[in-house]
């Protein structure tokens, strides 16, 4: 079975950006306390260890473009996370306020309580951003979550195929 880099990166950072995200909902204000049931130690341990995971698979990411670029391999990469346009250019700036920002408020010497204030409004609202463009992704690409429905594809349709599925699923 020959398992691809960029969707192997794919699922490890969607996993990794759903942790983030519950956890950093659930400490964004008394309203989504709830979510981690008011256990706010435990969404801030999450995030941060998430966090650090986020930083170490986007420079992996980055590393792996400059390779590519060095190695003049134009090939599209579909599942990848970062890259020069569409939604994977999008997630690349977003990431990288995110770590930004994030960096700012876990380290927060010498940036006063503006500056820190800001950091944390950056962050909220562009996770709020991000947040939307996830939802929106997932919507247009879930067909890929429904093997059965692919199987069923198969079978009524001799050529199969992830394409068919998903005409069969409108
Ligand atoms: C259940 C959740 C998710 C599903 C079902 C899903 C599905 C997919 C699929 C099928 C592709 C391949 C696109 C293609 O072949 O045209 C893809 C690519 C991609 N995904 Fe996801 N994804 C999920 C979560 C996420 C999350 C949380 C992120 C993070 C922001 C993300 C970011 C990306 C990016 C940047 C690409 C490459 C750009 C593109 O081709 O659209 N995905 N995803
Ligand atoms: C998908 C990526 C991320 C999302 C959706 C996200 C979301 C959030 C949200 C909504 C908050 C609450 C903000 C507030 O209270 O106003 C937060 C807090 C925080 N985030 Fe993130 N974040 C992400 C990535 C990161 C990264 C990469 C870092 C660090 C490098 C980071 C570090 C922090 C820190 C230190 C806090 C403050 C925690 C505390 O109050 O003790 N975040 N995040």
């Known amino acids: 079975m020959n398992i691809r880099f960029d969707f192997v990166m794919h699922w490890i950072f969607a996993i990794v950006w759903a942790l983030l995200a519950i956890s950093g909902f659930a400490m964004a204000g008394a309203k989504y306390g709830w979510i981690v049931n008011f256990d706010y130690v435990t969404a801030d341990y999450v995030h941060r260890l998430a966090a650090a995971i986020f930083v170490v698979i986007t420079l992996i990411s980055i590393f792996y473009e400059i390779y590519r670029a060095m190695k003049n391999d134009t090939k599209y990469l579909a599942w990848f996370i970062i890259g020069k346009s569409g939604y994977q250019l999008f997630t690349f700036v977003t990431s990288l306020i995110l770590i930004v920002t994030g960096i700012l408020i876990w380290v927060h010497e010498g940036i006063g309580m503006a500056g820190m204030g800001f950091a944390l409004f950056i962050h909220e609202y562009v996770s709020y951003i991000a947040l939307a463009s996830v939802i929106w ?34």
């Open 137 to 170: 992704h997932i919507y247009k690409k879930c067909h890929v979550l429904l093997p059965l429905k692919k199987a069923e594809g198969k079978k009524t349709n001799k050529q199969g195929g992830k394409a068919d599925a998903a005409k069969d699923l409108g």
